[in-house]
T-cell receptor, first 117, second 113 residues
């Protein structure tokens, strides 16, 4: 069974500073994908970044980067130059791909980020 | 705006009521999902539909009944719910079963009284 752990229930970050959100995972599958989603107060889950288990380089998307340490089974999200609009819940998720059955995402408990002006 | 639309956004229903949640996408996606987000639990996958066929039921009680009449629409029919079923119900879709990114709707906030 897959498991995702986010140990930080909430954190404050000063505007324009960087913040690291922790995520550790556990799986016996050799092939998996790791995601980060942002959930603002409006409710929808917004895809931020993806890292495949066989990807050699850490994923980056604009101000988001994923610090992937496969041996330690961690996939931390780094948000650089925080903005007020970054205040939201952030979820780490892992994908199990079941052929012809679709993606099955397992989510962590989330980290609430509040950016202070 | 992700292209996945859920209605209604908020729903209050009694335990004896029957209601339906609707999810719609015109992104050309062929896989659609229902997730449940409770207050103190991580998001849980409920159902997966792939090309209109249900391919996953994650041990969901029968008082939740999904329906996928076509690749663009997904329903969740609700009847005789319990107060502990109160949650945010999120619909998601992606192009095919092995696509990387899933697009989520804004969810339906359900309260069972």
């Amino acid at each position: 069974a897959q498991k995702i752990t986010q140990t930080q229930p909430g954190m404050f970050v000063q505007e324009k500073e960087a913040v690291t959100l922790d995520c550790t995972y556990d799986t016996s599958d050799p092939s998996y994908g790791l995601f980060w989603y942002k959930q603002p107060s409006s409710g929808e889950m917004i895809f931020l970044i993806y890292q495949g288990s066989y990807d050699q380089q850490n994923a980056t998307e604009g101000r988001y980067s994923l610090n992937f340490q496969k041996a330690r089974k961690s996939a931390n999200l780094v948000i650089s130059a925080s903005q007020l609009g970054d205040s939201a819940m952030y979820f780490c998720a892992m994908r199990e791909v079941v052929k012809a059955a679709g993606n099955k995402l397992t989510f962590g408990g989330g980290t609430r980020v509040l950016v202070k002006p | 705006e992700t292209g996945v639309t859920q209605t209604p956004r908020h729903l209050v229903m009694g335990m004896t009521n029957k209601k339906s949640l609707k999810c719609e996408q015109h992104l050309g996606h062929n896989a659609m999902y229902w997730y449940k987000q409770s207050a103190k639990k991580p998001l849980e996958l409920m159902f997966v539909y792939n090309f209109k066929e249900q391919t996953e039921n994650n041990s969901v009680p029968s008082r939740f009944s999904p329906e996928c009449p076509n690749s663009s629409h997904l329903f969740l029919h609700l009847h005789t719910l319990q107060p502990e079923d109160s949650a945010l119900y999120l619909c998601a879709s992606n192009e095919r079963w092995d696509s990387t990114e899933a697009f989520f709707g804004q969810g339906t906030r359900l309260t069972v009284v």
